[in-house]
C-alpha cells in the first residue's frame, strides 16, 4: 500500500509541474520517434512510457506535428549545438583542424547509437519530402552546422592553417555529407566498425585540408 | 458502353497474365514507398493505383513485408545495378576513374529525383534498425556496390592509373559514403543545387586518386 500510495504522490507532483511534464513528454517522444520513425510513432505509447494525460500532450504541443516541431527544435537541435557548434566557438583560438577532427573522434560508438542512426538525418529522410514545417525546422540545423565549420575553417585560412585554395562552404558541405554519409552506412550495416572506419577516414580527410608548413612548391604533404 | 467494356477486357486481360500483374503491382508499391517509406505505405493505394485485388497481391508476394523484401532485391537492386555495376564492368579495360566520374555526372539531376532522395537510403535508414530481413536484403546491395568500385580501383592500380597507397575498399566505402551524404542533404533541402555541387565535389576527390603521371617526388597534382 506505502508503494502505491507513494507512486499517486509523485504522480501529483508530476502533473503539478507542467515544465517537468513537458520534458518528460518530449524526452519520452524523441525515444518512440527515434525508435521507429515519425509517422509510425504511437502517442499511446509515448503516454504509457510517461503516465501523462492525453490532455496533458495535446495542452503542450497542440498535436502530434507539433510535438514532432519540438523535438527537431529542442531535442535534435540542442544535441548538434552541443556536439558541433559549442566545441567550435570554444576552440576558436585553436587550430580548426585539430578541433574538427576532435569532434569526430568525440562522436558516439555506443552500438545502440550506431544502430539507431543519426537522428538529424533519420527525420530528415523521412519527412523532409512530406512536411514543409519540418524540413524547414531540419534546414535550419543543417545551416548553422554548415556555417559554424565554415567559419572554423575561414579563421583557419586567415590564421595560416588550412589551405587557401579550398572555399569554406564546399569544403563544411563536404564533411557534413561524410559524416552522415557513414552514419548511414553504419546503420544500415549495423555495425561500430564501419562507423570507426568512416571516422579514421574522416580525420584522414579533414588533415589534408592543412596548409602546408613548407614554403609552397616544395612538396604538398 | 464501349468503353466500359473495354475497360472490363482490359481487366480481365490484365488478371490472365499473372507475370504482369506481379510488376504492375511491385511498381505501384515502390512508388508508393517511395513516396511515404514502408510503415506508412498503404496496401489499399496501391491496389486502388493497379486494378488488382488483395488475394492477387496476396498470391504474389505472401504479405506486406513480402512486397517490401520484393522492392529491394528486384526494383532497387536492378536500379543499383544499372547504374554501378553494368557501367563499371562495361569499361573494365579503360581508366576506372574516368568510368566513375562517368557515372556519377550521369546521376539524375531531376527535381523529383532529387526531392525524393536515394531509395536505398529511404528503405536503409527506414527499415533497417526494425527488420532484419530488409537490412540484410540492403546490405547485398551496398556490399556489390562496394565490390564493384573497390575492384575497379584495384584494377586502377594495376594500370598504372591509380594511387598505389589508398585501400580500395575504404575508398569505395568513402565514395559511397559521399554520394549518400549528399543526396541526404540534397534531399533535406529539396534543392537540385545542393547535389549538384556535391557531383562537383565528388568528382573532384575521384580526380585526386589517380596516379601522378610524372616521376614521384616533382609535384603531387
Same mark, same amino acid.
Given at each position: 500500500?506505502? =508503494?502505491?500510495?507513494?507512486?499517486?504522490?509523485?504522480?501529483?507532483?508530476?502533473?503539478?509541474?507542467?515544465?517537468?511534464?513537458?520534458? +518528460?513528454?518530449?524526452?519520452?517522444?524523441?525515444?518512440?520517434?527515434?525508435? @521507429?520513425?515519425?509517422? =509510425?510513432?504511437?502517442? $499511446? @505509447?509515448?503516454?504509457?512510457?510517461?503516465? +501523462?494525460?492525453?490532455?496533458?500532450?495535446?495542452?503542450?504541443?497542440?498535436?502530434?506535428?507539433?510535438?514532432?516541431?519540438?523535438?527537431?527544435?529542442?531535442?535534435?537541435?540542442?544535441?548538434?549545438?552541443?556536439?558541433?557548434?559549442?566545441?567550435?566557438?570554444?576552440? $576558436? $583560438?585553436?587550430?580548426?583542424?585539430?578541433?574538427?577532427?576532435?569532434?569526430?573522434?568525440?562522436? =558516439?560508438?555506443?552500438?545502440?547509437?550506431?544502430?539507431?542512426?543519426?537522428?538529424?538525418?533519420?527525420?530528415?529522410?523521412?519527412?523532409?519530402?512530406?512536411?514543409?514545417?519540418?524540413?524547414?525546422?531540419?534546414?535550419?540545423?543543417?545551416?548553422?552546422?554548415?556555417?559554424?565549420?565554415?567559419?572554423?575553417?575561414?579563421?583557419?585560412?586567415?590564421?595560416? @592553417?588550412?589551405?587557401? $585554395?579550398? +572555399?569554406?562552404?564546399?569544403?563544411?558541405?563536404?564533411?557534413?555529407?561524410?559524416?552522415?554519409?557513414?552514419?548511414?552506412?553504419?546503420?544500415?550495416?549495423?555495425?561500430?566498425?564501419?562507423?570507426?572506419?568512416?571516422?579514421?577516414?574522416?580525420?584522414?580527410?579533414?588533415?589534408?585540408?592543412?596548409?602546408?608548413?613548407?614554403?609552397?612548391? +616544395?612538396?604538398?604533404?
Amino acid at each position: 500500500m506505502l =508503494s502505491r500510495f507513494g507512486h499517486r504522490k509523485r504522480r501529483r507532483q508530476r502533473l503539478r509541474n507542467p515544465e517537468r511534464t513537458r520534458r +518528460v513528454l518530449l524526452q519520452a517522444a524523441f525515444r518512440e520517434v527515434y525508435r @521507429t520513425g515519425f509517422q =509510425s510513432a504511437g502517442l $499511446d @505509447t509515448i503516454l504509457a512510457a510517461t503516465g +501523462v494525460t492525453k490532455g496533458a500532450l495535446y495542452y503542450h504541443f497542440g498535436s502530434k506535428d507539433g510535438l514532432g516541431y519540438a523535438i527537431v527544435e529542442e531535442v535534435v537541435a540542442n544535441f548538434h549545438r552541443d556536439r558541433w557548434l559549442v566545441p567550435l566557438q570554444r576552440s $576558436d $583560438d585553436k587550430d580548426p583542424i585539430d578541433a574538427l577532427i576532435r569532434i569526430v573522434r568525440a562522436m =558516439s560508438t555506443r552500438p545502440r547509437d550506431i544502430k539507431g542512426g543519426c537522428p538529424l538525418v533519420n527525420l530528415a529522410q523521412e519527412m523532409s519530402p512530406l512536411d514543409e514545417q519540418f524540413r524547414r525546422r531540419l534546414e535550419r540545423i543543417f545551416q548553422a552546422w554548415q556555417t559554424a565549420v565554415a567559419a572554423a575553417l575561414r579563421r583557419g585560412q586567415s590564421q595560416g @592553417t588550412v589551405r587557401r $585554395d579550398l +572555399v569554406p562552404e564546399e569544403a563544411a558541405n563536404f564533411l557534413i555529407a561524410m559524416v552522415e554519409g557513414y552514419q548511414v552506412l553504419a546503420k544500415n550495416a549495423q555495425d561500430v566498425n564501419v562507423w570507426k572506419a568512416g571516422m579514421r577516414n574522416i580525420a584522414g580527410w579533414l588533415n589534408s585540408l592543412r596548409a602546408p608548413r613548407r614554403p609552397p612548391g +616544395v612538396k604538398v604533404r
